[in-house]
């Protein structure tokens, strides 16, 4: 087996096993680094967005290569590298506890701990959700999570090595940080957010079509998941995240979407999939359903990795 398809499984092993590092986590340091230099370079221009973007995700790309270099000659150094790059970026085992725990707290009725808890899911305002609707948020979150946590990393890794897995981190961090539409990144975040759209593109189809395939570990067809992604999926503002989350919708017989409501204003969303809204029971096969995926997903991107050169 080729040292990346190693390197891959042993780090999706790792990040099953471990979770995210407890102290000094890579991304955190880098998503430090990013607000402070945010801070510093912002202005409400596109042109200075898009070289703040380009500094943060070339300089971490850049590591990647000179790291791969330094231990080229190393069968065990190769494998080694990717394995620790690749449980620094994943994010499964924390999406699927997360999402878990707060399907605990919502079945125990506690909605002031659920509500404490959906900030570490997404950026949505719990303050108004009710049980159900908390739940749907947290939701649509594992779907998109699945394949920006997961997915996409892994194709990355598997076709680009540690570098890509290093700057696809990187890409989607900044999106998270800047690339929404409050009114102070509107403009500087829209290289960010664009850059995460073109690296998201494939990932985040493979990500749909494993979820239609995965559809019977949580009781779900998958016909019905592929149907509610070739009719939603487009209607979603989102052209990564929709595919996705209808293919979910559809695996789980749901229908996600409506309104919508951030720090920075409220969207209402289209309805993606049919069946009744989600409730607190549908949670937790939502996680389930991610972590079929993410088995799924390290198995594809190990195969990939074996045939692609390196």
Same mark, same amino acid.
Do not use: I, K
């Given at each position: 087996?080729?040292?990346?398809?190693?390197?891959?499984?042993l780090g999706v092993a790792a990040d099953a096993v471990f979770g995210d590092p407890r102290r000094g986590h890579p991304v955190a340091l880098f998503g430090s680094a990013a607000g402070r230099l945010e801070r510093a370079w912002w202005a409400d221009s596109r042109p200075r967005g898009a070289a703040y973007c380009s500094v943060l995700v070339g300089g971490v790309v850049g590591g990647g290569v000179v790291a791969e270099r330094a231990v080229a000659r190393s069968w065990s150094g190769r494998v080694l590298l990717t394995a620790a790059a690749t449980w620094v970026v994943l994010g499964g085992r924390s999406l699927a506890g997360e999402g878990s725990a707060l399907a605990a707290e919502l079945t125990a009725d506690d909605l002031t701990a659920a509500r404490r808890r959906l900030p570490s899911l997404c950026g949505r305002d719990p303050s108004s959700l009710d049980a159900d609707g908390l739940a749907r948020a947290a939701l649509e979150s594992v779907a998109e999570n699945t394949s920006d946590a997961v997915v996409a990393p892994l194709v990355w890794g598997a076709v680009a090595g540690v570098p890509g897995l290093l700057g696809y981190r990187a890409a989607n961090t900044l999106d998270a940080m800047v690339g929404h539409l409050s009114a102070r990144h509107r403009r500087f975040g829209w290289a960010s957010a664009r850059v995460d759209d073109v690296l998201n593109g494939v990932p985040a189809r493979? %990500?749909?079509?494993?979820? /239609?395939?995965?559809? !019977?570990?949580?009781?779900?067809? $998958?016909?019905? =998941?592929?149907? %509610?992604?070739?009719?939603? /999926?487009?209607?979603? !503002?989102?052209?990564?995240?929709? $595919?996705?989350? =209808?293919?979910? %919708?559809g695996a789980l017989g749901r229908r996600l979407g409506g309104r919508t409501v951030y720090p920075y204003g409220v969207q209402e969303r289209p309805t993606l999939g049919s069946g009744p809204a989600p409730g607190v029971a549908d949670l937790a096969r939502a996680v389930r359903l991610s972590r079929v995926v993410t088995g799924a997903s390290a198995v594809v991107a190990a195969g990939v990795a074996a045939v692609v050169p390196a």
């Open positions: 087996m080729r040292a990346r398809a190693l390197g891959l499984l493979l %990500a749909a079509f494993l979820t /239609a395939g995965a559809a !019977p570990a949580v009781g779900g067809r $998958p016909a019905r =998941a592929l149907a %509610a992604w070739r009719a939603d /999926a487009a209607r979603h !503002p989102s052209p990564n995240a929709g $595919p996705v989350e =209808a293919a979910f %919708a």
